[in-house]
């Protein structure tokens, strides 16, 4: 770092606001709009560098920090190669905007160094830090795994062994930061958006009009209960890399749908409680004046609700949802086993297309074709329609045509 770009620093006062995520409160989004909305931020004086190139406000990135987390990561890095980047995210401004949820794995000696580094340049750090309750933040975790790792339990044997790593990642940067230099968000309050609640910290929640497109975007949604069932059960039987794809179909393919919690028994939010309890005290007594803000379980009214059977599916959900599976079933699994590969896949494609507009009376409530195919290769290796077969042979021979009997099913593979 040359002498006279650390005295410019210095004489200029920069501030840089460290965004950390915290994981599952809506980070991705947020970048997006920050990243999308960059050139009247500017207008604002701040900057938001090292950007991502998306094209798109659903896309999925790690944000515009990713190159700093990486830099902090690298034992050979030195301090003169942190200062020049940490001035790269400036161009101009006084201010400037990093934001990358990995700052949640960040250690206490990073922080550290980060803060000292900073500081040798004259450059003031802030930190913002979504925290999310407890039972949420598992909820969604779990979904996560569910899409990208292949993760088939219940809740209950997954969640006995996650962390709610909100609370442990605040405690490192307590150690190392300033409280007042923290700024924790809740992010279930539901007074002002994400965005909003973000850009309020630089007091332009009100003068600074977000694109309605961008600001009520979704990205990395979490599951529909039945898109939860289906991806666990396609886990069950072909491991993770057929999830994947089958869990970026269903959730581009909708990305606005309404995502339905995990249901949680009554022993098993006593067991949450009774490890995080403590946790959670402490981040109110020292973020929130001692207000129980955060919480570890949902409101009582959720916490005592009761398992519900699916509602009866209509037209337009099984047209998206369960259309597509049927067809990535087709074109994924069906070309597994020789007993296809005489069927062209526009033979397929079009016994797809002709299934898409069925519907039927007689389906039972919790008909699911994706289960109904795994569950009986020859129906899927055939190419019939699967809803046709059901109601001429498959309901007499009894076959199994929901999710529930993952074990039997992996045998058959």
């Known amino acids: ?69 990486e830099l902090l990561g ?15 995210y400036f161009n101009g401004t006084r201010r400037a905007i990093c934001s990358c949820e990995g700052f949640e794995d960040l250690d206490q000696k990073s922080w550290a160094r980060l803060v000292r580094v900073a500081s040798d340049l004259g450059v003031h750090l802030e930190v913002i830090f979504y925290v999310r309750d407890v039972m949420s933040y598992l909820g969604s975790g779990y979904d996560q795994v569910i899409k990208r790792h292949g993760e088939y339990r219940p809740f209950a044997h997954w969640a006995a062994q996650a962390d709610w790593n909100h ?104 067991r949450i409680l009774d490890r995080f309890g403590s946790d959670v005290m402490w981040v109110n007594a020292t973020f929130f004046n001692g ?46 086993k020789t007993d296809v590969e005489r069927l062209t896949l526009d033979k397929l494609n079009t016994a797809a297309m002709r299934y898409g507009g069925h519907t039927h009376p007689d389906l039972p409530d919790d008909f699911n074709v994706l289960a109904y195919l795994a569950m009986n290769p020859d129906v899927l290796f055939s190419g019939v329609d699967p809803v046709q077969h059901y109601l001429v042979n498959g309901r007499a021979e009894g076959r199994l045509y929901k999710y529930g009997a993952a074990n039997s099913v992996s045998a058959q593979w």
């Open 74 to 88: 690298d034992r050979e890095s030195t301090d003169e190669d942190l200062g020049r980047l940490i001035l790269s």
């Open 167 to 270: 609370g442990i990642a605040l405690r490192r940067m307590y150690a190392e930061i300033p409280v007042h230099n923290i700024h924790v968000m809740h992010y279930e309050e539901g007074t002002r958006s994400i965005v909003e609640g973000f850009l309020n910290v630089f007091d332009l929640d009100t003068t600074f009009n977000v694109e309605p497109h961008y600001k009520n975007a979704k990205v990395n949604r979490s599951l529909t209960r039945r898109e939860r069932e289906t991806l666990k059960f396609v886990n069950s039987v072909l491991g993770e890399t057929y999830g994947r794809d089958l869990s970026d179909l269903l959730i581009y393919s909708n990305p606005n749908a309404t995502c339905e919690p995990v249901f949680v028994g009554n022993r098993m939010n006593k």
């Open 1 to 69: 770092m040359q002498k006279s770009e650390m005295a410019i620093c210095r004489q200029t006062g920069k501030e840089l606001c460290v965004h950390a995520g915290g994981t599952k409160t809506g980070t991705s989004a947020l970048q997006n709009v920050l990243e999308m909305e960059r050139e009247k931020l500017r207008q604002f004086g701040l900057s938001y560098e090292n950007r991502c190139g998306i094209k798109t406000v659903h896309e999925i990135t790690s944000g515009n920090g990713s190159r700093l987390l």
């Open 291 to 336: 207000r129980d803000v955060v919480s570890v379980l949902p409101p009582k009214k959720a916490v005592d609700r009761k398992e519900t059977p699916f509602k009866p599916w209509n037209p337009l959900e099984r047209n998206v949802s369960d259309k597509l599976s049927y067809i990535w079933a087709i074109n994924k699994l069906g070309t597994t």
